[in-house]
């Protein structure tokens, strides 16, 4: 039998039941995927996170759903460094990691963990029926990057956003896409709500990965560097961005929830 350490962290929050819950499971060495999988079905969380070290200061880290894998995941990398900080590697302030996304870091400021992600820029396209049918209001335009699975529908207002009531069949059709929906913001600079129910994630929710493109498209469009930014799942939270470039900061509080073990 082995037992694990696992931790449970509401992400881009400063109070439990907010922001976005991730669990975090650090390794010595990694276990098959098969048991990887099996623990994240387990957890029925949107993201349950892996790392095992690698050098001074540096991890490989792993993101699984419910279902599948994925190449990149914010809230669950900011719940990863949150572990690092506080109770791993206390007197760290910053950490990288090795991923499917290439080399992503970390940097303790205070209370606030900011994530260093790639910039992804929007591409206009076509939307697919799907996608139109599957929210119950027609976006002004949408958007793809390549470099990601979403499609990302741009409205008008907040109110829009909020009162939006997506079919989830219809939008588990457009696998291996999920789907953004983004408006100016009434207290923020702008805000979203991120679909992906094909990953049996039906709302995120708060999902740090979509503001990698969401950043620039925002920055480019009121003229400014630093963007508040609000997700308004149910649960909600609050993203500090900057635009960088090539790079964008993501950054966010983080609270534990639930700490124990596990057993396989």
Not at 112 to 139: H, M, Q, T, W, Y
Not at 153 to 182: C, M, Q, R, W
Request: net charge negative; charged share 20%; with cysteine.
């Amino acid at each position: 039998m082995i037992k694990l350490r696992m931790y449970q962290v509401d992400a881009f929050s400063s109070e439990v039941f907010h922001g976005n819950p991730a669990a975090v499971v650090p390794l010595d060495k990694w276990l098959p995927d098969d048991q990887l999988q099996g623990i994240a079905i387990e957890n029925n969380l949107s993201e349950t996170a892996f790392f095992v070290p690698v050098t001074a200061g540096k991890f490989h880290l792993r993101w699984f759903t419910p279902t599948a894998e994925v190449p990149l995941c914010g809230h669950a990398t900011l719940a990863s460094a949150y572990v690092i900080f506080t109770t791993l590697h206390p007197s760290w302030q910053s950490v990288r990691f090795d991923t499917l996304s290439g080399e992503l870091g970390v940097e303790r400021r205070g209370e606030i963990f900011v994530l260093d992600f790639p910039s992804r820029l929007l591409k206009p396209c076509e939307p697919p029926l799907n996608l139109i049918k599957g929210l119950s209001a027609k976006p002004v335009e949408v958007f793809r990057t390549g470099l990601d699975t979403n499609y990302y529908a741009v409205y008008e207002s907040e109110d829009i956003i909020s009162h939006i009531e997506p079919n989830f069949l219809l939008l588990a059709k457009l696998h291996p896409y999920g789907v953004v929906i983004t408006a100016p913001g009434e207290q923020s600079d702008f805000v979203s709500r991120y679909f992906a129910p094909s990953y049996g994630i039906p709302e995120d929710p708060v999902t740090g990965s979509t503001h990698c493109a969401l950043v620039p498209y925002w920055s480019k469009r009121i003229n400014k560097t630093t963007l508040l930014a609000k997700q308004l799942s149910k649960r909600g939270g609050e993203l500090y961005c900057e635009m960088l470039g090539e790079r964008v900061a993501i950054g966010g509080k983080a609270i534990r929830y639930f700490e124990g073990d596990i057993y396989l």
